[in-house]
């Protein structure tokens, strides 16, 4: 069983940058791939970033490749999104997930609670 709680959300001016993170518990977590969703109102979940169990392999939606860095330290069994030039349409509640290296939301099987990121114009 894996638990994950994420942090680091807040109120931003677009162009800034924020990190957020995924703190996990559980011995197990480091045998799992790590990715980020979003959702923001009114629209469905989306695939964000992702990063293997090791750390050596990631991938990224198109709409975030270049301005977001998604990183783990599995010593401290956390997981990092490092955001920059933040844009209006980033805002979105943020979930992290941990499950199989894939970007489908359904190859995950647990998920945090979420945190919100909000970039103001």
């Known amino acids: 069983q894996v638990q994950l709680v994420e942090s680091g959300g807040g109120l931003v001016q677009a162009g800034d940058s924020l990190r957020l993170s995924c703190a996990a518990s559980g011995r197990t977590f480091s045998r799992y791939a790590v990715a980020w969703f979003r959702q923001a109102p009114g629209k469905e979940r989306e695939f964000v970033a992702a990063?293997?169990?090791?750390?050596?392999?990631?991938y990224y939606a198109d709409s975030v490749k270049g301005r977001f860095t998604i990183s783990r330290d599995n010593a401290k069994n956390t997981v990092y999104l490092q955001m920059k030039s933040l844009k209006p349409e980033d805002t979105a509640v943020y979930y992290c997930?941990?499950?199989?290296?894939?970007?489908?939301?359904?190859?995950?099987?647990?998920w945090g609670q979420g945190t919100q990121v909000t970039v103001s114009s």
């Open positions: 997930a941990a499950g199989s290296y894939v970007k489908s939301a359904g190859g995950y099987d647990y």
């Open positions: 990063i293997d169990w090791s750390g050596a392999s990631t």
